[in-house]
């Protein structure tokens, strides 16, 4: 019951539009450094370094909500194909992971849509794969239709499904004759038992439906999560179909259960480290906290310093 309101706080908090801006002035605080490799590109290469020596694979997303003017999406778009210059002169092993709303997904449909054509021309170019992260229900239907306009363009385009809704295993389905690259995840937002479980339960049993479906579909699926039953779940269906390892990988967050990536890395897995880095730092912590309130604890931690 507790750990429900916390959870509903933070993620009502998350969306706060005021907090956000008022946090990015004033720098990454509370102990967010635990989630968030930096502020600046430079940061964020120097940890995509790091985890690259281990063997890990990464994504990177550089932070940014409630973008709602023309000007800040076409600096959002720039930054991106930064990232992806960089990470090719730099030669590291990164994908870019980013969101429909820092590229104007909530000013203009067309403006968003040739936004990511700048990017994915570059990513093309560069040889760098791009992620579109799934943002709350309301954002799902437009984020799916640009989806599959880019994916009929692009190759190197993936995006996020998200097991807590409903809707999931249609989308799968509906998706199919693209064979996309999916994430699949349990889901970060705050929505209403209309269109999403309100029960953990469901949402696991959804969950390893929807790993099973995209897999036995021939599909490559990254399945990411930090929940060991799924992950067991995942290990024992690939034995069973006999699915190759090139066929699906696990990822992460930055900072969370570093020791399972590891072991499975060394286990023989392949393992991306999903690596959020830049000023926006404040929606991105909220949810973290939200799905584990015993991370406050780093909060109060942060707040003594
Ligand atoms: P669950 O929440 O059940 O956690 C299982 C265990 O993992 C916990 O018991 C705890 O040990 C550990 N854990 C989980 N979260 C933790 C945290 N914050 N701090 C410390 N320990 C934690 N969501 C979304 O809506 N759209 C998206 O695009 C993405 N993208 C994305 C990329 C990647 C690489 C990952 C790993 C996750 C996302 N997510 C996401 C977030 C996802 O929806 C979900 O909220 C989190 O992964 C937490 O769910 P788990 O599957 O880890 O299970």
Not at 32 to 56: T, W, Y
Not at 113 to 137: C, G, P, W, Y
Not at 269 to 281: H, Q, S
Request: with cysteine; glycine share 4%; charged share 30%.
């Amino acid at each position: 019951m507790m750990e429900q309101v916390m959870r509903n706080f933070f993620l009502y908090m998350g969306k706060n539009r005021v907090a956000t801006k008022v946090a990015k002035r004033y720098g990454m605080r509370f102990g967010a450094s635990r989630f968030v490799a930096g502020a600046s590109l430079d940061s964020s290469v120097h940890a995509i370094k790091k985890l690259n020596q281990k063997g890990l694979s990464v994504t990177i997303d550089h932070l940014g909500e409630f973008v709602d003017n023309a000007a800040e999406a076409d600096e959002m778009t720039k930054h991106c194909i930064e990232a992806i210059e960089r990470i090719a002169k730099e030669n590291l092993d990164s994908q870019l992971s980013l969101k429909l709303t820092s590229m104007g997904l909530d000013i203009d449909y067309d403006m968003t849509v040739k936004n990511m054509r700048r990017i994915l021309k570059s990513a093309d170019q560069h040889d760098v794969f791009v992620t579109i992260d799934m943002e709350d229900f309301e954002r799902c239907d437009k984020t799916i239709e640009i989806f599959t306009e880019l994916k009929k363009e692009f190759e190197n385009i993936g995006t996020v499904l998200q097991a807590y809704l409903y809707r999931v295993a249609d989308d799968v389905a509906n998706l199919n004759d693209l064979s996309p690259n999916l994430r699949l995840v349990k889901g970060a937002y705050k929505e209403s038992p209309k269109v999403a479980f309100p029960d953990k339960k469901d949402v696991d049993e959804n969950f390893k439906k929807i790993i099973r479906m995209h897999l036995l579909n021939g599909n490559y699926t990254a399945i990411a999560t930090h929940d060991d039953q799924i992950i067991e779940y995942t290990k024992e269906l690939v034995k069973e179909y006999n699915i190759p390892r090139s066929q699906f990988e696990f990822q992460m967050l930055y900072g969370i259960c570093v020791d399972r990536q590891e072991a499975l890395l060394k286990d023989g897995y392949k393992m991306r480290v999903y690596v959020p880095y830049g000023k926006d730092w404040y929606g991105y912590f909220m949810r973290r906290l939200a799905e584990r309130p015993a991370n406050v604890a780093f909060v109060l931690k942060g707040m003594m310093k």
